[in-house]
């Protein structure tokens, strides 16, 4: 069964320093999705992405945060200067069609530590 | 006015019992109410939704029961069994966006 993928599992960071999450949504979806889930906190919205544009962001997604599909397979989270309080799990999801009704595939995430 | 709030946020059953989480919201526009599971380790996965124009949904043993009026949902989960042991967000969205916005989890133990 086609799954996202999600790489790495977990990456430890010292503040300030740069970080890329990768992952690879299953190849015939068209819609990606970043979220983020802080220890013990509820998942949270980061930011939707189309057709090489941003589509929607949340208040979370600032000027730190970028996303890219360098490729025809990857979807990249880059935060350009670390935080403590970036430290996360952050789940990547895709979707074979937009719109609320359709569901979003979640990876297994990468947990973020910032140190 | 974006929030979902979910209750309880523990839930231990006896194997064979009935699991029912409740999820609040006040933002009228929501349209779709997905239920995620989520194991350790793993990403939530899609369980069951439903939408605003029917009070109740069934897959299997999982029962969503929604009431528009009071702005609440929940899902039920009949016969537990310890596989069922996870948390379990509910969730809610905009027809306009693919934003989900999430509860805060509920943890399920199913003991045997």
């Known amino acids: 069964e086609p799954e996202v993928t999600q790489t790495p599992s977990h990456q430890v960071t010292q503040m300030g320093q740069e970080v890329i999450l990768r992952c690879v949504p299953i190849?015939?979806?068209?819609?990606f999705y970043w979220y983020r889930q802080i220890l013990g906190q509820k998942v949270e919205f980061l930011v939707s992405?189309?057709?090489?544009?941003?589509?929607?962001k949340s208040e979370i997604f600032d000027d730190q945060f970028s996303v890219e599909r360098p490729d025809g397979s990857n979807f990249t989270l880059k935060i350009r200067s670390t935080k403590l309080e970036d430290s996360a799990m952050y789940f990547c999801?895709?979707?074979?069609?937009?719109?609320?009704?359709?569901?979003?595939?979640f990876g297994p995430g990468t947990r973020l530590t910032v140190l | 006015q974006q929030q979902v709030k979910q209750s309880p946020q523990s839930l231990i059953v006896q194997k064979g019992g009935i699991s029912i989480i409740n999820c609040a919201y006040e933002n009228t526009a929501f349209d779709y109410f997905p239920w995620y599971q989520q194991f350790p380790g793993k990403g939530p996965a899609l369980l069951i939704a439903?939408?605003?124009?029917?009070s109740e949904k069934k897959e299997g043993r999982f029962t969503i029961s929604f009431n528009k009026s009071a702005k609440q949902f929940s899902l039920h989960i009949m016969d537990s069994q310890p596989g069922d042991s996870a948390t379990y967000f509910c969730?809610?969205?905009?027809?306009?966006?693919?934003?989900?916005?999430f509860g805060t989890g509920t943890r399920l133990q199913v003991f045997p």
């Open positions: 439903i939408r605003p124009d029917v």
């Open positions: 992405f189309y057709n090489n544009e941003i589509s929607e």
């Open positions: 190849s015939n979806h068209l819609y």
């Open positions: 999801a895709s979707s074979e069609l937009a719109g609320s009704y359709n569901e979003q595939f």
């Open positions: 969730a809610a969205s905009k027809g306009d966006t693919d934003k989900l916005i």
